[in-house]
């Protein structure tokens, strides 16, 4: 019987207290060298040995890409097991199993309590604290905290406990090979007892040997070895075969001829040889979601994340936007998204969203039990030639990223305020930013784009090639594809002034008319964003304006400044000379733990009129919303022609976003704002009215969108985000 | 007012934050070029947002190569006294000698109790401590003979081999406030790691605790000197004339010169995630202090 997994080889280390401590580094270099794929470091005895979490984390620190098992002991403190691996894996970026020794003495019980222990503290899948009651073990109330990747858990015994590995463990270990075969028939009926696969359960066999004369089992020639080893994977399902031994020479031997030699010789024996597809746990499985071809997925994806994975806790909901995909796909190349979009339309009812870095908000880019497209890996910032500033960058970058990469080029690309914004939705869209009154929008700077149509084919679009679909994709690009690759003309931007001004707003309606006068009045190399908190009892009225000016010398920015200054009396300021790199330096890395749908509305508007300040009063007193946030926009933004792109609003001079957390609670204060806007920017959307359409893009280019969607994507795949709906009873679609 | 006349050391305070988890390794590293002697994290195996301490420390020891490490204070009722005296050893070893043991009783007992830990009361909670450092001087002493006995009432250890033996004679510091815990350290620390922040007249209070710790010390037959007096402090770098701690590298020299002559502070540790600020107080403050306190020694 074998289990169809991937074989892999491993030397278990000597931890010797008496070594020279040299000795554990060098055996880790020599084991990763050669390209074995585990390092076993041994629970060991008190007294003699060293301490294994100790070993294995000064090991990790001293290598890269090697496996390492940790064997533990029996312990007092499974939690503080639980935490110590996922601590190091997290250092070490996914490198660390763990390995449970069980007692001579122990039924099972404190190993079955130390085994549930550990899982539910990584089990971030389930939020909320970790509890768990057993016999000699209990969790009450702690945090969880996971591993980087699903640490697979083996348990090293020999016979007392091996229904408890085929219940609980995912690897079973051993060192004795005449115990393979009936070990492995209580094993698999305890896992399938328990509705577990037997195949989750990997079993592994530690061998002491030696080369040169045959003299028994696992002394003699490469052929001897392979010949005494070749029934225990065909037969005994061994997948993992680790070698005990004190001889560089022979470890040497194992690495370098035995473990080639018998993987030629499954591969020859077994039809699918030694390569092995995922077994996921019975647990694991539990959580799929009906409708989705979960064993039909395509072959070559970089990773593919169900919801009983480990990755799905970050990878399930998006910055602002709680989500339970069914399956998310993640590609790195241009290939892997065609053959992932193939996969979502053989999916027809179920859902597909496409995520970039995952900070949508008009787009969805999560979803309830359907199907995303994850391109978060491609996010590759290459510079393609320092003369014309052109730069290759991935959908997946962030802009804090793309500003860090520019920075030492002295360029910078205009896009918007936060770093953890994505490139794939932001440059689709629009892009405003604090550079924007000098620089334009996003779109304005991109040169071509490689994406993938509905129909799956790859193209490049640009002002030569495809012009159609490069115009659509500025402005509406959710609609046309996923792209895999943009292409910017990067700007020359050095130093910029960062001021972060909170001043007195009480007389709000003054403040916003002077804001938008100061903004419209001051040449291009000011960009000015405000943030008017919802007034709360007890609390001054402040406006927090977040200002940046292309400039370093102090006289300018302080001239440029002084207007803003003067509107009303200051609280704290803060005016640093920096990069735009640091300023966009603002994103946190944590994964997200939205829930729930955001719910944000935008508008464009001309100038600030005292009639628009009065109503937008009105709606910060009302209590209806969290958030409100006027952004500069005009100046070369509007050098750019309407028909150019499909964003068209260029004349507007001033981007409004509303929040809230009720979407008709925020709809009835929209209202008295609504007949002041002129159009909308679709990426700080959020609600699904017919006409915002209409809103977003003006007649003209509403119907040649549609025109243009009818061609590449008649059948709405991409309906994620602002999806272009037949132009039936549609103001926009008269020409049709 | 004494001057136990330690030579001075400064250390760093590292936050052991999970994310990035590179993160506190390179504070270490940043610790280390800023010729600092020491880096030391604080230990709160409750708290998600913090990386396991012990784990940080063995994968930062394998990066470094002078500074020493050390728990800032390990919490003893999540640790083992025999795993932690094994994994001290071991580490200590692998190091070549760079392990301190900065160790407590053990606070915020509902993230210990959730985590599976025992619940003591703060006179258990110092018992128990006392029971651990037998246990784990106890293991590491090879030369004693026979096996290790240790009849606790928190901690028993009945005929254990001894070992392994650290490379060196692994400093045993205890975080202590209250005269019980005070009274202990003056026992049986080799040195005493409390933090200005919660010295309740700032250093004030100091003078009134290192009596108690020498008169303990003094009971139990030791010299007063034979328990380093540490610090873990925080602060500010500024143009000058703010107060402890609140100046410019000048000022804060003087101040901890001050605390080493009248107090007999020799341990600085100073709690700071900003590369630059550790800079400052290795390259800047750290001379400047020992060249005041030496001259005053001296003189
Ligand atoms: C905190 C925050 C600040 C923001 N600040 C600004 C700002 O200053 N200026 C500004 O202009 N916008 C801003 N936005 C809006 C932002 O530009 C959009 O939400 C954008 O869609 C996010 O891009 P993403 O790649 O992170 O999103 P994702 O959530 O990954 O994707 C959102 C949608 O974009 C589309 N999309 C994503 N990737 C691709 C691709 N490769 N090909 C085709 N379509 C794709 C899909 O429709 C998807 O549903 C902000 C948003 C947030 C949450």
């Known amino acids: 019987m074998n289990y169809g997994h991937r074989l892999r080889f491993g030397l278990r280390l000597s931890t010797d207290a008496d070594h020279e401590p040299d000795h554990l580094i060098k055996s880790a270099a020599l084991a990763e060298r050669w390209g074995l794929d585990l390092l076993v470091v041994p629970a060991g005895t008190a007294g003699a040995d060293l301490e294994p979490g100790t070993v294995s984390s000064w090991i990790a620190a001293a290598t890269g890409s090697l496996g390492l098992v940790v064997e533990s002991p029996p312990t007092p403190h499974p939690a503080m097991l639980a935490r110590a691996v996922a601590s190091l894996d997290q250092l070490t970026a996914g490198r660390v199993e763990l390995a449970l020794h069980a007692e001579a003495a122990d039924s099972g019980e404190a190993l079955g309590d130390t085994i549930a222990v550990v899982r539910e503290l990584w089990n971030v899948l389930d939020r909320g604290l970790g509890r768990y009651t057993g016999r000699l073990h209990r969790l009450s109330g702690a945090q969880k905290a996971a591993p980087a990747h699903d640490v697979p858990i083996a348990v090293h015994a020999d016979s007392h406990v091996l229904r408890l590995v085929g219940r609980q463990a995912d690897e079973w270990s051993t060192g004795d ?44 020639t490469t052929e001897d070895w ?37 993987r030629a010789a ?203 679909l490069f115009w659509a994709v500025r402005g509406a690009g959710a609609n046309f594809g996923i792209v895999t690759a943009f292409e910017f003309e990067a700007d020359e931007v050095g130093p910029v002034a960062f001021a972060q001004l909170t001043q007195d707003a009480s007389d709000v309606e003054r403040y916003l008319v002077e804001w938008g006068r100061v903004v419209e009045q001051s040449p291009r190399d000011l960009t000015s964003f405000v943030i008017l908190p919802p007034s709360r009892a007890g609390r001054p009225a402040v406006a927090l304006s977040h200002t940046m000016v292309h400039a370093a010398d102090r006289e300018t920015v302080l001239a440029r400044l002084e207007p803003l200054a003067a509107i009303s009396p200051m609280y704290a300021q803060d005016v640093a000379i920096s990069s735009y790199a640091a300023v966009m330096n603002n994103a946190s890395d944590d994964a997200p733990v939205s829930r729930g749908e955001p719910v944000s509305r935008s508008g464009l508007l001309r100038h600030v009129t005292p009639e628009f300040a009065a109503a937008s009063a009105r709606v910060l007193r009302s209590g209806a919303i969290g958030w409100f946030q006027l952004r500069a926009v005009g100046g070369a933004v509007a050098d750019v022609p309407a028909d150019a792109t499909a964003y068209a609003h260029r004349d507007a001079n001033f981007s409004l976003v509303v929040m809230g957390g009720d979407d008709e609670v925020v709809d009835a204060a929209w209202e008295l704002l609504r007949p002041f806007l002129d159009g909308l920017y679709l990426s700080f959307e959020s609600s699904l009215r017919p006409e915002r359409l209409a809103e977003a893009f003006p007649p003209a280019t509403l119907s040649r969108l549609r025109r243009l969607k009818s061609t590449y994507d008649p059948e709405g795949v991409f309906d994620d985000n602002f999806a272009l709906t037949p132009a039936t009873n549609d103001p926009g679609g008269s020409d049709q | 007012m004494t001057d136990y006349g330690h030579d001075l050391w400064f250390g760093s305070f590292v936050t052991p934050a999970a994310r990035p988890p590179q993160a506190p390794v390179e504070l270490a590293l940043a610790s280390e070029r800023a010729g600092l002697d020491l880096v030391s994290f604080q230990d709160h195996p409750y708290q998600s947002a913090f990386q396991d301490t012990w784990t940080l420390m063995s994968y930062v020891a394998a990066r470094t190569e002078r500074i020493r490490i050390s728990g800032n204070v390990l ?33 915020f007992w509902d993230g210990i109790a959730a985590m599976g830990g025992r619940r003591l009361t703060p006179g258990q909670a110092v018992q128990a401590l006392e029971e651990a450092v037998q246990v784990i001087r106890g293991l590491w002493a090879t030369d004693e003979p026979g096996p290790l006995k240790v009849d606790g009432e928190y901690y028993s250890v009945t005929g254990a081999k001894r070992g392994p033996a650290p490379a060196h004679r692994i400093p045993i510091h205890i975080g202590a406030y209250k005269p019980r815990m005070l009274r202990l350290t003056g026992r049986i620390a080799d040195g005493w790691l409390p933090s200005l922040g919660y010295l309740p007249d700032g250093p004030a209070s100091l003078d009134a605790m290192n009596e108690q710790i020498d008169e303990a010390a003094s009971a139990a037959g030791r010299e007063p000197a034979a328990v380093s007096r540490l610090l873990n402090l925080s602060g500010r770098f500024t143009t000058g004339g703010g107060g402890l701690l609140q100046g410019t590298p000048g000022d804060w020299a003087e101040q901890l010169a001050d605390l080493a002559l009248q107090y007999g502070v020799s341990g600085f540790i100073l709690a700071s995630d900003e590369p630059a600020e550790l800079d400052l107080f290795g390259h800047e403050v750290a001379p400047r202090t020992r060249e005041l306190v030496q001259s005053e020694r001296t003189a």
Do not use: C
Request: glycine fraction near 14%.
């Open chain 1, 226 to 262: 392979v010949s005494d080893l070749l029934p225990l994977v065909l037969d005994h399902g061994v997948g993992t075969v680790v070698l005990d031994t004190d001889s560089e020479d022979l470890a040497a031997r194992f690495a370098n001829d035995v473990a080639p030699a018998l």
């Open chain 1, 266 to 468: 499954v591969d020859a024996a077994l039809p699918h040889g030694w390569s092995s597809t995922r077994v996921r746990r019975a647990a694991a499985l539990a959580r799929r979601r009906p409708g989705i071809d979960y064993e039909g997925t395509p072959e070559g994806m970089a990773e593919v994340v169900e919801p009983g994975d480990l990755a799905y806790a970050r990878l399930r909901s998006g910055y602002l936007r709680g989500g339970a995909p069914g399956i998310v796909l993640r590609a790195t190349t241009a290939e892997q998204v065609a053959q992932a979009l193939a996969y979502a339309r053989r999916h027809p009812g179920v859902p597909l969203s496409r995520r970039s870095a995952g900070h949508g908000v008009s787009g969805r880019s999560t979803n309830d039990g359907g199907i995303v497209i994850d391109v978060s890996l491609m996010n590759t910032i290459e510079v393609l030639d320092e003369k014309t500033r052109r730069v290759r960058i991935g959908p997946g970058a962030r802009w804090a990223e793309v500003a860090a990469a520019l920075e030492p080029y002295g360029w910078a690309l205009s896009s918007g305020d936060y770093g953890g914004v994505g490139v794939g939705g932001l440059a689709t869209a629009g892009g405003i930013g604090y550079l924007s009154r000098e620089h334009g929008l996003t779109i304005d700077h991109l040169r071509a784009v490689e994406m993938v149509l509905a129909d799956g084919s790859i193209v490049r679009a640009s002002d030569v090639e495809n012009a159609d």
């Open chain 2, 75 to 107: 919490s003893l009722p999540l640790r083992s006294p025999a795993v932690l005296a094994r994994a001290a050893a071991s580490l200590d070893r692998l190091t070549g000698g760079r392990v301190d043991l900065g160790i407590g009783a053990g606070a």
């Open chain 1, 177 to 220: 090979v005449t115990a393979l075969a009936e070990g492995n028939r209580v094993v698999d009926e305890a896992a399938r007892a328990a509705g577990r696969d037997p195949r989750e359960i990997r079993r592994r066999i530690t061998i002491r040997g030696d080369v040169g004369e045959r003299a028994g089992t696992f002394t003699g």
